[in-house]
């Protein structure tokens, strides 16, 4: 029995060297990427903006973890089908942008997305719509420049809690625990070159992308530098959660839509409550739960339109 025990992880040790080896050996080129580069203080980082560009207003669009501006090429390939404007970016390190020179915060990134919308000249009004963690990410941003904005959509989204008390400290900290560490040693298996032979995988691709978009996304899984930055974001989620709660409410005028991934059930009812009070404290409120949706295929080309549905929501209230 041991013998056989012996012999069984020796073959799981070889064939994982042996994966490793394969993933090392294989090259995967970069895409050409979609959109423009602008210098932002040295650094350069990607806008990608589709649709008319006499159309009013943008539609700015903020990826949630591990995600850049190829997560959202279904919905911007829907909004252009809409005559709809709209703009997605890179973080700094995510996707094609360069890296920062110091750890992210809510408040650099921010003050980078900040610096992009000025270099490439981009004045708004924006429609500000953000999926999963971003939910935390756009308080900072309508409390920086409130002009500017003419209504938010959270899809799927984490809003800042209303309060942090004790329990909802820890039940963050904990998930923020596990999260960091998932994502500490997804950035090492891409370093490992482990992902490589998934990339043309579903696993690469969980959302349903066009093809441009697609063929981006299947590059930063494997990407061993998109995937450290992306740990880096995630080590900082509790600090995030933090700033983001200074930032002021939204003022009760502005339209807020919530899309969320999966119907409101009963084992999902704390998760929805929590996802839907920004759109509840509005006097313009949309809710919709998307029945069969999952988190990231909410993104896809299967969903699209429902968060195109919620973003002409806003944009016809927030006039």
């Avoid at 490793?20 to 979609?34: C, D, F, L, N, T």
């Avoid at 809510?106 to 999963?132: M, N, R, Y």
């Avoid at 809003?159 to 039940?171: A, F, G, S, Y």
């Amino acid at each position: 029995m041991l013998s056989f025990t012996v012999r069984a992880v020796s073959c799981l040790v070889l064939a994982f060297i042996a994966w490793i080896a394969v993933g090392g050996a294989m090259s995967i080129a970069a895409p050409q990427p979609r959109g423009k580069f602008y210098d932002v203080g040295g650094r350069k980082m990607r806008l990608v903006c589709e649709g008319p560009a006499a159309a009013s207003p943008t539609v700015l669009l903020e990826a949630g973890a591990f995600g850049f501006a190829a997560d959202w090429g279904a919905v911007q390939e829907a909004l252009t089908a809409e005559g709809i404007r709209s703009c997605a970016y890179d973080r700094a390190g995510m996707g094609f942008s360069d890296p920062a020179p110091t750890p992210p915060t809510g408040t650099s990134t921010e003050a980078d997305l900040e610096a992009l919308l000025d270099a490439a000249g981009e004045k708004g009004p924006f429609v500000l719509v953000g999926h999963s963690m971003a939910g935390l990410r756009m308080p900072q941003f309508t409390a920086a420049r409130p002009e500017q904005v003419r209504g938010v959509v959270f899809v799927d989204a984490s809003p800042p809690p209303p309060k942090l008390d004790n329990e909802t400290l820890e039940r963050n900290s904990r998930f923020a625990k596990r999260f960091t560490v998932m994502s500490r040693w997804a950035a090492r298996g891409a370093a490992l070159g482990l992902y490589k032979p998934l990339k043309g995988t579903r696993l690469a691709d969980k959302i349903g992308l066009p093809p441009e978009a697609s063929a981006e996304k299947r590059w930063a899984f494997a990407n061993a530098g998109h995937n450290r930055a992306a740990a880096r974001e995630i080590a900082a989620w509790r600090p995030l959660v933090t700033e983001s709660m200074k930032a002021p409410p939204f003022p009760k005028e502005w339209p807020v839509a919530v899309v969320t991934a999966g119907g409101a059930t009963p084992e999902r009812a704390e998760r929805k409550k929590s996802q839907v009070g920004p759109a509840e404290r509005s006097d313009h409120g949309y809710i919709r739960h998307v029945e069969g949706a999952g988190h990231n295929t909410l993104l896809g080309r299967t969903y699209a339109h429902e968060i195109v549905k919620a973003v002409k929501f806003v944009m016809e209230k927030g006039k």
